[in-house]
């Protein structure tokens, strides 16, 4: 409020302090200012007990006080003034709301003379959280696709997300890539048949990759149809995440991220600080917004029943096309805590746009064979390995120059055509996605699973028998 009187207000004698040539705000201006800082963060208190009050002050357990502050205290605590400006700013409002209202001679005014005051919490129970449960009904029963209410409370959600910090002034948007402390990605896939191990094994930069829009099954951030990149940071957690039955075999491999990408912290979003004077007009919604944010928070990181996954995916589904189509925020993907492990470390969800991954640089018409040896029999001291075998063709030296005449030229030259013209005569479509990640083919490893804990919580089942009364007690 001071910041604000010395940039607004206008050079005069203060009536109170008698400083002169001093910044000031008239008494109609300070009323103006506290009237709206009331109005989004104190609540008049009832000058009545309560129900169960009343029946404590019955029973003599209570001696009862009116909650709050007398409005004249409460102004002075808000404004951080002295008691005669805060008197005077208090009359000034309750007269601007004394008013009659028929059939309520007696009631008490805001601001009256008797009135007490205290601070609303303005994260509870508000317009905020009434949107966010209809958007949720919306997706889930109304409109999935073009909703206007999903739009509109998504913007009002993550509205400047790009400046939230936590209290000890961490961003919730970090950086992940070369130079970072997140520079690789660990992915894991489940194989319950060998012959599709082997394929995956030979091409694993295709086979552990993000799926094809054609492959892509619906998950927590994507829509059916709608290839992102679900890894972690550790391999524990890789593993885990994709839930493997006993006698599966999961191949675990690390990805390298070849470029800068920007992610959001979901961990952050329940931490995000907000401070501010009650005078701020910005104050309300962003503590509203914070609160929305913690919950939402908690919701991404909790886990899902699979009968309830189609459902209970729509919402997060909706929030990560919204961040990853934001052009303000730039973002390339999301950073959540498991639900699935407790190992240290986070999952990691990469937009589509940031889910490309590179293909290995091989020869047309290699053939790659992966087979396991070792440890046939139990004399065999030899430990179980997987060899995957990359059979080149013959490379040969002399090419046949590229025909002029004709109406097609010669087909066996266009092998020699640079890649975007050779892309187009075979009808090749190009990804125009700009690359983020490499597979390491050396840190591929395949876990066969043996056995599967559970940490769990026990709670006991007593069961009685009774006789029903012929008159059950109101």
Request: proline letters at 6%; hydrophobic letters at 40%.
């Amino acid at each position: 409020m001071k910041a604000v009187i010395r940039k607004e207000g206008e050079i005069a004698r203060c009536n109170f302090c008698y400083r002169r040539k001093s910044r000031t705000f008239t008494l109609e201006q300070m009323a103006d200012r506290v009237e709206a800082a009331f109005a989004d963060h104190y609540v008049r208190t009832s000058d009545q007990p309560d129900d169960l009050e009343t029946m404590a002050i019955r029973y003599g357990e209570l001696v009862w006080h009116r909650h709050g502050e007398p409005i004249g205290e409460a102004i002075q605590m808000a404004a951080m003034i002295d008691e005669p400006p805060a008197s005077a700013i208090a009359e000034i409002l309750a007269e601007r709301h004394d008013t009659f209202v028929p059939g309520d001679v007696d009631g008490e005014q805001e601001f009256g003379p008797d009135s007490h005051y205290e601070r609303l919490d303005v994260v509870k129970d508000d317009h905020f959280h009434q949107n966010w449960e209809r958007f949720e009904q919306s997706l889930k029963s109304e409109v999935r696709f073009f909703s206007r209410t999903a739009q509109q409370v998504l913007s009002d959600t993550f509205s400047g997300i790009t400046e939230a910090r936590t209290k000890s002034g961490m961003p919730v948007i970090v950086a992940a890539g070369p130079g970072t402390a997140i520079t690789s990605l660990f992915r894991a896939r489940a194989f319950q048949s060998r012959d599709r191990l082997e394929a995956a094994l030979s091409r694993p930069d295709l086979e552990i990759a993000p799926p094809p829009s054609k492959d892509a099954r619906a998950g927590r951030m994507n829509a059916r149809g709608v290839p992102v990149f679900y890894g972690a940071t550790d391999a524990q957690i890789a593993m885990a995440e994709v839930r493997p039955p006993v006698g599966a075999e999961v191949i675990v491999g690390r990805f390298e991220i070849i470029r800068s990408l920007r992610l959001l912290n979901v961990t952050l979003l329940g931490k995000v600080f907000v401070e501010g004077s009650v005078f701020d007009p910005t104050l309300a919604g962003r503590a509203r917004r914070a609160s929305i944010l913690a919950t939402l928070s908690r919701r991404i990181v909790r886990p899902v029943m699979p009968d309830a996954e189609d459902f209970e995916y729509l919402v997060t589904q909706a929030m990560a096309d919204y961040l990853a189509d934001h052009p303000g925020f730039a973002l390339d993907g999301v950073l959540f805590p498991s639900a699935q492990s407790r190992v240290k470390g986070y999952n990691v969800v990469l937009f589509h746009k940031a889910a490309r991954t590179a293909e290995f640089d091989m020869p047309k018409g290699t053939k790659v064979q992966a087979y396991l040896h070792g440890g046939r029999s139990d004399e065999d001291d030899e430990p179980l390995m997987w060899s995957v075998l990359e059979e080149t063709p013959k490379s040969t030296r002399e090419s046949k120059p590229m025909t002029t005449g004709g109406s097609c030229g010669d087909l066996e030259a266009v092998f020699s055509m640079p890649s975007l013209v050779r892309d187009f005569w075979w009808g090749e479509e190009k990804d125009p996605r700009e690359l983020s990640l490499r597979l390491d083919p050396d840190s591929l490893l395949v876990h066969r699973i043996n056995t599967v804990q559970f940490r769990t919580t026990v709670t006991p089942v007593k069961r009685t028998r009774r006789e029903k009364p012929e008159s059950e007690p109101f």
